[in-house]
């Protein structure tokens, strides 16, 4: 149905209609509403043909939409209002290149549909959707349904796809979503392929959906399961657009020059909203160029028996999510599809770019609106997803913000939303207004620095930026609107992290920023670059301590329990002039720069231990995630501007937390009355306390230490 106005609008619509004088004029069948449409072919069945509307946001329809079985017969629906005519390409197999051919029939509200009376399930099928402005109807792309529940991808450019009719039922054996108040929340943030792909895995399935879960393996589930953290973010996991243009060539105008590995590996080009990437269920050993991925559609299954095996283990799923753009590369989406309708665009209908990514979805349209609420309802119901990570949360519109969560937690009371607060802006504090968590920048540049020469942060015994002690205090208690500074109306919408997929990892900021390592210089030996020396060692463990003991929800990324180095290999047969090197930007690399490998986390197992005896602390400590701002108080340390002490009172139980940034000198601390119990200190960290002190204590530089008295 068509959105409703008042009575108001329809007199200016008369009016302006009865100027234009080329129109005809139509009301629905309420009779409240009146449309400007051109060539009504055929009214009875709602049917017409280069419709135009005064305004594109009056379009709507509650329509079921997709392809789905209704009464043994096929339906597929698809709302593209722009369109003059739309055909219903049904392929007999994968490979099929002569397929039947349907025109479509098109409603008043811009959904365009056509039935066969035959069960399709697990056929093929695209659409060939026409516009007034297209010059060669022979040439149109086939267009993937934005509601294909699953996708078979070619591997090529430009990343064809066909749409599957997908029906099938799934046995959860009553699985059930992961509650889990934000505040107790250790995410993991992973790629799915990375966490398997690298040989000391040891998995007979490495990079997949299966690999991840091999209960035999080293890597993956296991290993995760053992770090402690208690939610997996999956880097994006919906269908996407993985092959890039040639290196050094053109393709539909656009040249590359800066990726010559032709692949977008992290996945942040969506192409299917609702169906999930075979990119993670193919045998990677045996791809080919020009093959088809995902035929089968088993990778809907395969991603449901990963996420019902993370929550046998207790472990919540994330999926980070891209609503915001879609690939530049591929061709047969909504670009295709309705470009006016579904981009935000110039005055010159070119897309609007604020992604940096070349075009922005418009996601206040109510159609598209929709289909993101949709989505995310989707992957909540059909897939047992827990929460969702927003990439680019800011180019979502507010309205849409406060709709997803609103229906969200109809469903699941207790789902995550958390997002990057930027994009088109940069606004933590309206999404904590909305209930939304988003990720705290501050706390990340505050703590590490925000690069890794010049703006050196507090681990280093540097103040970056407009950075300071009361800002660190801010950070211990949520960043919270409390502080003068602070961002959240809440602390469990902080999220703290010092490391992502972006960017540097947190050991190789600290090697370079440390001025152990020169990014400059080729890494000869990666083994002997991943070995941390004893200021590395002492500098990642300071700032996971002062993370790990933060209020809020805490984020890692894969490997820094470890201070993992992304160093592209030197001997790979691409021609990447940055071999060698330490990779701050591995988007496009499906190789070892990216895998997780587990010879390097016994290579630093002592960091490694480290780190999950500070998560083993935190899940067990509650102070450290529910402590009150009243009952946090913090000790002034005159002489040392890098120091930091404060005292939680909380429940039975007081704890007493030291940190000396301070890169040269000791800094002595005076202890509350009473003997304390040493839960981690700079070498050691363990429910298990390692020693006893009282009335003063004597921190090196760069150390902290957790004391209990319980």
């Known amino acids: 149905m068509h959105l409703k106005t008042g009575s108001g609008m329809h007199i200016k619509k008369i009016i302006l209609l009865l100027l234009l004088g080329s129109t005809t004029i139509c009301n629905n069948l309420e009779g ?57 390409l049904v392929f007999s197999d994968v490979h099929d290149d002569n397929p039947m051919t349907n025109k479509m029939l098109r409603d008043e509200d811009g959904v365009w549909e056509y039935k066969i009376d035959e069960d399709l399930s697990g056929r093929y099928y695209g659409y060939k959707v026409n516009h007034k402005e297209d010059n060669n109807i022979d040439d149109l792309p086939l267009c993937v349904d934005p509601y294909a529940k699953a996708v078979a991808s070619y591997t090529t450019y430009n990343n064809p796809r066909k749409s599957i009719v997908h029906t099938g039922n799934y046995d959860w054996q009553d699985d059930e979503f992961v509650q889990r108040d934000w505040r107790d929340l250790v995410i993991y943030e992973m790629h799915i392929r990375d966490m398997t792909a690298h040989e000391s895995a040891e998995t007979s399935s490495p990079g997949t959906y299966k690999g991840l879960i091999d209960t035999n393996a080293i890597g993956g589930i296991n290993y995760i399961k053992e770090l402690g953290v208690n939610t997996v973010e999956l880097l994006p996991a919906m269908d996407f657009g993985n092959c890039e243009i040639p290196f050094k060539d053109s393709l539909n105008g656009k040249f590359n020059s800066w990726n010559p590995y032709e692949r977008n590996h992290w996945g942040y080009m969506t192409s299917s909203f609702f169906a999930p990437s075979s990119y993670y269920s193919m045998d990677w050993e045996k791809f080919k160029w020009n093959e088809w991925m995902g035929a089968d559609g088993s990778q809907v299954d395969q991603f449901k028996d990963m996420v019902k095996e993370f929550h046998k283990k207790g472990i919540a799923v994330v999926m980070d999510v891209v609503y915001n753009h879609l690939s530049q590369y591929e061709t047969g989406n909504l670009k295709e599809i309705d470009k006016k309708y579904y981009f935000r665009l110039d005055d010159q209908d070119r897309y609007i770019t604020q992604s940096g990514c070349g075009n922005d979805i418009k996601t206040e349209r109510p159609m598209m609106r929709r289909l993101i609420i949709d989505s995310i309802l989707y992957w909540m119901k059909e897939y047992h997803i827990d929460g969702f990570r927003f990439d680019l949360g800011k180019l979502i519109d507010w309205e849409t913000i406060e709709l997803i969560i609103r229906e969200a937690r109809k469903v699941n009371p207790n789902v995550i939303f958390v997002c990057e607060p930027w994009g088109g802006g940069y606004d933590p504090r309206g999404f904590s207004l909305r209930e939304w968590g988003s990720w705290n920048d501050q706390i990340r540049n505050g703590i590490k620095g925000e690069n890794s020469e010049s703006g050196l942060g507090w681990i280093f015994g540097k103040w970056y930026g407009n950075n300071n002690i009361n800002r660190i205090k801010s950070y211990v208690n949520g960043t919270t609107v409390k502080y003068r500074h602070g961002l959240f109306q809440k602390k469990e919408h902080s999220v703290n992290y010092l490391e992502s997929h972006d960017g540097y990892t947190l050991g190789d900021f600290i090697r370079i920023g440390s001025g152990e390592v020169d990014q400059n210089k080729k890494i000869k030996n990666v083994d002997k670059n991943v070995k941390l020396t004893p200021v590395q060692t002492k500098l990642n463990k300071l700032a996971a301590m002062f993370l790990m003991t933060s209020q809020g929800m805490i984020m890692i990324h894969s490997g820094q329990e470890f201070a993992r180095s992304k160093v592209i290999p030197a001997d790979i047969d691409v021609a990447d002039k940055n071999k060698g090197h330490i990779d701050h930007n591995s988007y496009e690399k499906d190789n070892a720069t990216n895998y997780i490998n587990y010879n390097h986390a016994d290579i630093n197992s002592d960091l490694l231990d480290y780190y999950k005896g500070l998560i083993a602390i935190r899940n067990d400590h509650e102070a450290f995630r529910h402590a009150s701002q009243k009952q946090i108080k913090f000790i002034n340390i005159p002489d040392n501007e890098f120091a930091l002490a404060y005292e939680i009172s909380y429940k039975q139980n007081k704890y007493f937390v030291l940190f000396n940034a301070d890169q040269k000198i000791n800094q002595e601390f005076t202890l509350p009355d009473g003997e304390w119990n040493i839960l981690a200190g700079a070498n050691k960290a363990s429910l298990v306390p390692s020693g006893s002190v009282s009335g003063k204590i004597n921190l090196e530089p760069v150390t902290g230490i957790i004391l209990i008295k319980e």
């Open 32 to 88: 409240e509403n009146l449309y400007v449409h051109e060539n009504i072919i055929d009214k009875s069945n709602k049917s017409k043909t280069n419709t135009v509307t005064q305004n594109l946001d009056e379009y709507y329809s509650d329509k079921k939409l997709g392809s789905f079985i209704e009464g043994g017969a096929t339906v597929f629906r698809l709302f593209a209002p722009n369109a003059i005519e739309v055909n219903l």
